[in-house]
């Protein structure tokens, strides 16, 4: 079945369990189920039980649609929440909490609080964020920032950038994609902004020792790696990205091929 184009087809679209699991899915991981956990693409599909199963071993593997959403803690069915969801985001001219109340056959005070939940969860674009394990770093390119180590690059280069080189900011799922951006500076600001528009709240996040990425811990589990002290402490590195930095200069700078 299709997706719903009227109220009519969506309360009926939304009462089959299935389809309310295929529609968040589909928003939730658009480029294939990952593992909450892990972040691991390596998931299989209970049918019978309607939840996913990591094949990589750590605690709570078994997950479902609902784990990390808005719709985890609650006793309202996917089935009203989804609707809900589809009025909400259907109904050009907007939708009072009383419309909604009616449609889904719940008190308006009900739908008054699903709507905000789920206005507040859009806002947040939950949907299509990085998550699970999650390392966040940024480097300079151009200039003569390229040809320098890692490490002596950071303890050079400090502040806003100049003309030759530009402030790039990656953001890595462990096990997944990398998304890079360009920064206008590596203030606290400019680096908070994307963290919080392109990581799902919760996530666990891995940092350098940045002072800019201070107050993170209110939204994600953030751990800082100090690379006076180490590179590495078990989980906490930002390794993976440094690896990208890495191939992408290689890249630039012609001594090698481009990173795939
Ligand atoms: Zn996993």
């Given at each position: ?108 005070k009900t739908a008054w609080f699903m709507a ?45 950038g100049t003309k030759d080189k530009t402030a ?93």
């Amino acid at each position: 079945m299709s997706e719903p184009i009227s109220l009519q087809e969506a309360i009926l679209y939304f009462s089959n369990p299935d389809n309310c699991i295929q529609y968040l899915a589909v928003r939730r991981w658009p480029n294939g189920v990952i593992c909450p956990g892990c972040g691991s693409d390596s998931v299989s599909y209970n049918a019978a039980r309607h939840t996913w199963k990591c094949s990589t071993h750590h605690s709570k593997r078994e997950f479902s649609i609902k784990v990390g959403t808005i719709f985890a803690e609650s006793a309202i069915g996917l089935d009203k929440w989804l609707t809900a969801m589809w009025m909400l985001t259907n109904c050009k001219n907007g939708i009072s909490s009383c419309e909604i109340g009616r449609a889904l056959k719940v008190t308006q005070k009900t739908a008054w609080f699903m709507a905000h939940r789920i206005r507040l969860a859009l806002q947040d674009e939950n949907f299509g964020k990085l998550g699970g394990e999650v390392e966040v770093d940024e480097t300079f390119i151009g200039g003569k920032a390229r040809n320098m180590h890692v490490a002596q690059r950071k303890r050079r280069i400090t502040g806003t950038g100049t003309k030759d080189k530009t402030a790039v900011m990656g953001i890595l799922e462990r096990g997944g994609k990398v998304r890079t951006m360009v920064v206008p500076n590596r203030r606290k600001h400019a680096l908070q902004e994307e963290v919080k528009k392109h990581v799902q709240a919760g996530a666990a996040l891995y940092t350098d020792e940045l002072l800019s990425y201070d107050g993170l811990d209110a939204r994600y589990a953030h751990q800082v790696i100090d690379h006076a002290t180490a590179y590495v402490d078990g989980k906490i590195h930002t390794n993976g990205l440094e690896n990208f930095w890495s191939l992408l200069k290689r890249g630039i700078s012609g001594t090698c091929s481009a990173p795939h």
